[in-house]
């Protein structure tokens, strides 16, 4: 893949990103957003977050943690990625701890209904 193909690619993902944060920032499921820009300087900041976090937990060797006890890690380091990118990014906030568990699981749950809703129309 050239780089320009792959620049394009990520600015969709963060782009769609964006969107969910968005979303479930209107929710008010512990997350507020001031928009669609602080979204999406959100979503990159998390997405870096979550780059970063991802290497050190296979530094770690937490990487094969599998089952209930791998959701419940994931959630939770989810939440702490969100609750870091709340305090980092001016318009997005995120309310607590338990708000930003909440706001996790609304963003994977609003992530995947948009994928499966735009599956079925492509498909």
Same mark, same amino acid.
């Given at each position: 893949?050239?780089?320009?193909?792959?620049?394009?690619?990520?600015?969709?993902?963060?782009?769609?990103?964006?969107?969910?944060?968005?979303?479930?920032?209107?929710?008010?499921?512990?997350?507020?957003?001031?928009?669609?820009?602080?979204? @999406? !300087? #959100? %979503?990159? +900041?998390? &997405? /870096?977050?979550?780059? =970063?976090? $991802?290497?050190? *937990?296979?530094?770690?060797?937490?990487?094969?943690?599998?089952?209930?006890?791998?959701?419940?890690?994931?959630?939770?380091?989810?939440?702490?990625?969100?609750?870091?990118?709340?305090?980092?990014?001016?318009?997005?906030?995120?309310?607590? @701890? !338990? #708000? %930003?568990? +909440?706001? &996790? /699981?609304?963003?994977? =749950?609003? $992530?995947?209904? *948009?994928?499966?809703?735009?599956?079925?129309?492509?498909?």
């Amino acid at each position: 893949m050239n780089i320009v193909g792959m620049i394009i690619g990520l600015l969709i993902v963060a782009l769609f990103s964006a969107v969910i944060i968005w979303i479930v920032g209107k929710l008010g499921l512990g997350l507020e957003v001031d928009g669609f820009g602080p979204a @999406f !300087v #959100g %979503a990159i +900041v998390i &997405a /870096v977050l979550n780059l =970063v976090a $991802g290497w050190i *937990i296979g530094r770690l060797g937490l990487a094969s943690i599998a089952g209930w006890l791998g959701a419940v890690v994931h959630l939770v380091l989810a939440a702490i990625v969100l609750m870091l990118a709340g305090s980092w990014v001016k318009g997005l906030r995120v309310n607590g @701890f !338990v #708000g %930003a568990l +909440v706001a &996790a /699981v609304a963003i994977a =749950v609003v $992530g995947f209904l *948009i994928t499966w809703g735009l599956a079925s129309v492509i498909a």
